[in-house]
């Protein structure tokens, strides 16, 4: 049931909100995200401000884009994710759980305004992109900064360490990335096939947005329960490096997308638009009650080492 994964309100906090917001309200949503982080490790965010037919037109501009013939969209393909290099993925080229015989989805990654887009193939994409990427930037800003309230620091201890979501990669890792799930053959039902495997994010928190289709799993608590897509709301996870930065108080959650059951899903594509945000490059991570339970890395660093096994 979506009920297993916590639902909270950002109608004080969220885009539309102008004024600063009061002290008690922001209080209840830190106590909230960090109970849902400390547990789930997801949750859902209703009310936050993000325009529906803003994301609604980046899935219609990405799916232009993704319907052009591979070789076009070749053109476009890019290298791992530590060449600093925007663009197109492939079916079967990034491989995220090692016992996946295949992963059926293409992506295609920027990581700021100036990078590089399909123009001439899909000339709404870019504007559909950075009309949404810098308020997901912000909400993220206001996410973090409740989270960094819940942990007892001061309320800029995470947000300024994220100044640079999707300024370039030279600075900031954060990637926009839009993600496609092509309707699926007779022979790719086979075992070890599936859209996207078991695995958790890399960076610091996720921001996930998804269309009507679903099929995203969440691994609480050793049972597999639906992230079930809910018109108007954004799901939200946190990363591995959120983990190691928490001493493990906040849990970086596995989840994965399998072939559906149902025939009409599995003839149908399926999207969803990913916020991935990382820590600035050069900020050292450390964890934040000063144990030595993790040593200390550097944020680029630590990314680095963690998706050389990613890509094929």
Known sequence: ????????????????????????TV??????????FSTV???????????????????????????????IKDVYRCGKPDS????YTGKDQEILDVSSLHEIREAYDVASPDGIYPDQHAPEFRKAINKLAPQL??????LLKCMALALDLE????SSRHQFMFHGAERNRTIFRSLYYPTLSDTDIQPGVVRCGAHSDYGAITLLLQDDMGGLEVLSKGEWIPATPIRGTILVNLGDLMQFWTSDRYVATVHRVLVPEEEVRRRSTRQSIAFFVHADNGVMISPIDGSEKHIPVEALAYLKSRISATYK
Not at 3 to 15: K, Q, S, T
Request: hydrophobic share 35%; charged share 30%.
């Open 1 to 24: 049931m979506a009920n297993d994964i916590p639902m909270v309100d950002l109608a004080d906090i969220g885009l539309h909100h102008l004024d600063k917001p009061r002290e008690s």
């Open 27 to 36: 209080d209840r949503v830190a106590n909230e995200l960090d109970s849902a």
């Open 41 to 71: 490790g997801f949750v859902y965010l209703k009310n936050h401000g993000v325009e529906q037919q803003t994301i609604d037109n980046v899935f219609q501009a990405s799916k232009s884009f993704f319907q052009l013939p591979d070789a």
């Open 84 to 87: 600093e290099s925007d663009g």
């Open 137 to 142: 930037s912000e909400l993220t800003t206001r």
């Open 155 to 158: 309320e800029d201890f995470f």
